[in-house]
């Protein structure tokens, strides 16, 4: 028999909070990240961009959550929502990340926030790191090059699961945790030294965080036995361009490159059978010790959480195709899907496929924590008519609930997201994803008074109508 489905909305704190420098937090990787054009032209521009001083950084205020929290769970708790996925920022919690104590405002901000939603009835579905480390770990270690990273996020974890065990029952580590191999900064903290192998920092920051991760799942069942803990990936299935048999090997190698290769090593425990042949051609050969491949494969994910926003298609290299945007990772242009505005293919049966593929896999249940359209959105008479959201999300759960009836384990489903927030890539709030609109700009500017949306509406009666047919 399946499982009762939870269903939630997603945030990450440092896209929603603001109070970036309120009660003892300290400065993270995120709150040095402009805003939109300069946000993608300095993304892979590390070192300039911590010497650079921009007029407007986006997570400085972002949606002002940390204000509104109260207002903001309520109308989770209207919409019917049985979870809510969140970040905790670490830098809250411990400014530079290397403290001897934690800052007790920021564990008290915490508390309140999971009260407020255990009160509700929701689920805290909390992840630890969400592109976001504490910035003097990149000032004084370099980030998640340097293993010492691993212990010190240990004791973060072990603070949050002692302090929270009787609050969280489900618990992720890392966001998209296979983007570190390309975003070696945005998601591993970590400035590249000049004339670096790129390919090879990439894997050795994914081993540091999988071993971080295991660390972490071992801490969690021993503080709080009842918890769940997972991994979370970005994961889009990839389609092979055409039949010709070279783009379904390209596309079967850029999707377990990319996606599986991180799966295999925070789920199987364990490099994948085909690691030797890849760190052969790439001239990789990381820093490995036979006590961490042993706490990889004694301490794996209790289960898989990723976001899905679009499938890819691949092939071979000499193909002349449109090429499309991707979340992290770009593809050639499908010509039998739509895209968003920012170029991101919408492809619901992708969902259901991708469901069955990581099931079939892996074994382990799923989660969908992320999946959403962003949208340029005006608010018109304090509302917004966002039927294509509408479509699009009751698409994409129409595919879930098949993968259910196939028989996939899915534990729940989050929409990206409840209220509108700041866009992690292009750090806009112009690409809006919220079912409640949210007055402020680009630059900040607004009442941050927040508007149900008419997809508001439409998740509320949608989840209305599911329990009604569990029970
Ligand atoms: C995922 C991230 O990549 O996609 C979120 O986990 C992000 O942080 C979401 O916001 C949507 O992407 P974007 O770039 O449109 O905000």
Redesign the pocket.
Known sequence: MSRRLLFGVAS?AN?IEGAYNLNGKGLSTADILPGAKDRSHYIFKPQEMVETRFDYYPSHKAVDYYHHFQEDIKLFSELGLTCYRMSIAWSRIFPNGDDEKANEEGLKFYDRVFDECLKHGIEPVVTLS??EVPLNLVTKYNGWSDKRLISIFGKYCKTVFNRYKDKVKYWITF??VNSVTKLHFHSGATIPKAGENLEQLGYQLLHNQAVASSLANKLCHEICPYAKIGCMV?YSPVYPYSSHPEDVLESNHFERDRELFALDLFVKGRYPFYSKRLFSEKNISLDITTEELELLSSYPSDFISF?Y?MSLSYGRKEIVAEKTNG??FSGLKNPHLKSTE?GWQIDPIGLRIALNKLYELYEVPLFIV?NGI?VKEQLENNTVHDLYRIDFLQQHINQMLEAVEDGVDVIGYCI?SGTDLI????GEMT?R?GLVYIDVDDLGHGSFSRYKKDSFYWYKNFITDYYKKEL
């Not at 866009?423 to 292009?426: E, H």
């Open positions: 990450a896209q969400h592109f966001n998209e970005q976001s926003y979340n992290i920012w992320e962003g990206w866009s992690n890539s292009t690409k994803y």
